[in-house]
């Protein structure tokens, strides 16, 4: 009759299907947030995500223990502790939300046959996403491949099971928390004490918790009748920043995309509503993508893409190096990189920019790119990052075909026609008018030096050609070309 609840990427205590489950089915019911040493070990020792985990469990943890029920926080390894823990605490069931990751899923697994050993069950729920793998097929019940007929049928989906939306009860059972005041492990670990530094999270006033996540979304919810309109320009306060929420699960999706649908019906939410749904739907189809066909992880979607060959060797790592560091000489793509290495964060339109350029104008492995995201996104997510990085290198479900080569000075021109956001992380190109900010080297030497620049001291030369770069892309790609 005792439970215990695994928190892992879903760090509130609302609408929480694992938490809802223990407490309807158990009478006593512990929380547990592990910091795990397979996975933090890893990382390097200032990194904001642990800041933001950590400080996002101890909202959680406050807020269980409003509801009279409190959080146990471990620092180890989650296969052995959480087995070790469920007989510490005599659990006869662990509840967990579902995770898709192959690494995860693996994790799960071996936690789930440590646990039968000693005859305790590890109930694994939906929670993470809208639909899984499963339940959005085509008619013929195979997975989609491609996303506006997965998004069509996922709506359809939607009409025959809107109930699935309904946030999970919790407040009602709160006589059923467990107050682990005595226990050993009911105290929250520092920064320090879990062997890493502080970031700039604070000074980015990047909000965390539950609370962050609903301030964000409240700032958001007066712009999303717009949210069409302006979520292609980075210099725009556009999109919602909600996904480290999402990816942390300090947010619900379910209740996210109940909000969605209410705008849309009430016409409260302009036209924005409906893309800003089609996002978050996104979301979903990249789960089941990777769900469905794991070997995306390291692999093409395609396999025939496995076939292109990528620059290696010492050059290539040049050009890699000056990607990673924001020194391309396409102010675009190296203010990107600035937001991301500064921020950890980088707006949608930049990441397609930005990863199509590694992999279409510099000839360097999407796996690469998508490994330094990984490294770097606050909101940094397997299933997205991926799907991302094989759109963008054509290599994906649904991608962008090959030989459509984004032009990084037309996309700034495009998208940051004032080179507001160029000027924000470039502050060495503030003085070039708005119509040279884009592509420094086409202007005159003297008219550099009237902005107070010189190229190859102030700011790099491009370090490619496009339009060269464009011809070797159309050839590398080549080998694929039969399959058009
Ligand atoms: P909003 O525009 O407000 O969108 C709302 C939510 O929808 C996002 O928070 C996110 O959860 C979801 N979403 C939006 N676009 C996508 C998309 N294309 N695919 C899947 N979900 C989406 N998103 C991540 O969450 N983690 C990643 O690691 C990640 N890596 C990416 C890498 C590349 C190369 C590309 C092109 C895209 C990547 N994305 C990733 C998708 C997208 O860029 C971000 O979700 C978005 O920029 C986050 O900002 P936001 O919350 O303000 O988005």
């Not at 009759?1 to 489950?21: E, G, I, K, N």
């Not at 070990?41 to 807020?63: G, H, N, T």
């Not at 590694?358 to 330094?372: A, P, Q, S, T």
């Not at 000027?423 to 708005?434: E, H, M, V």
Request: hydrophobic fraction near 40%.
């Amino acid at each position: 009759d005792t439970a215990l609840v695994w928190f892992r990427r879903d760090l509130r205590s609302f609408d929480h299907a694992a938490l809802h489950h223990a407490l309807a089915t158990s009478r006593r019911v512990f929380c547990v947030f592990v910091f795990d040493q397979a996975i933090i070990d890893k990382l390097p020792r200032a990194d904001r995500r642990i800041e933001f985990i950590r400080d996002s469990v101890a909202e959680l943890d406050a807020s269980l223990r409003q509801l009279g029920g409190g959080l146990l926080v471990l620092h180890g390894d989650a296969r052995t502790a959480i087995p070790a823990l469920a007989e510490e605490l005599q659990a006869d069931a662990v509840f967990v939300n579902r995770d898709y990751e192959p690494a995860a899923i693996a994790r799960d697994d071996d936690v789930a046959q440590k646990l039968a050993e000693d005859g305790r069950i590890l109930h694994r729920l939906k929670d993470q996403v809208v639909f899984e793998k499963d339940e959005v097929l085509t008619q013929s019940g195979t997975p989609f491949s491609v996303f506006t007929p997965y998004r069509n049928a996922w709506m359809k989906k939607l009409q025959t099971d809107i109930n699935g939306l309904q946030p999970y009860d919790i407040d009602s059972f709160a006589a059923h928390f467990a107050d682990p005041a005595q226990n050993r492990h009911a105290h929250m670990p520092t920064l320090a004490g879990l062997g890493f530094s502080a970031t700039n999270l604070k000074e980015l006033q990047l909000s965390t918790g539950m609370s962050g996540a609903q301030r964000l979304f409240e700032d958001f919810a007066e712009r999303l009748p717009q949210y069409d309109r302006t979520r292609d320009f980075p210099a725009v306060k556009g999109p919602s920043y909600l996904s480290v929420h999402l990816r942390f699960g300090t947010v619900s999706i379910r209740g996210l995309v109940r909000y969605a649908i209410e705008a849309m019906r009430t016409g409260q939410g302009g036209s924005g509503a409906a893309t800003w749904l089609n996002e978050l739907i996104w979301r979903d189809f990249y789960f089941m993508i990777l769900a469905r066909h794991p070997h995306v992880v390291d692999r093409s979607f395609k396999p025939e893409y496995d076939a292109v060959v990528w620059e290696e060797g010492a050059h290539a790592d040049r050009l890699f190096d000056a990607w990673c560091n924001g020194r391309t000489g396409y102010p675009l793509v190296d203010a990107a990189m600035a937001q991301i290495n500064q921020t950890g964060y980088m707006h949608n339109r930049l990441r397609m920019v930005t990863a199509s350029f590694l992999v279409k104008d510099l000839g360097i492995d999407w796996r690469r790119g998508e490994r330094y995201f990984a490294e770097k996104l606050n909101d940094y997510d397997l299933s997205a990052n991926n799907g991302g990085w094989q759109w963008a290198a054509s290599t994906g479900c649904d991608a962008q075909p090959y030989f459509r080569i984004f032009n990084p000075v037309t996309q700034s021109e495009k998208f940051d026609p004032d080179g507001k956001f160029i000027r924000r992380y470039l502050s060495q190109l503030a003085r070039l008018s708005n119509k040279h900010i884009h592509a420094p080297w086409k202007l005159a030497a003297t008219e550099l030096e009237d902005a107070g620049i010189v190229l190859g001291r102030d700011y790099p030369q491009p370090i490619v050609s496009h339009e060269e770069a464009r011809v070797r892309t159309l050839q590398r790609y080549g080998v694929v070309k039969k399959t058009y």
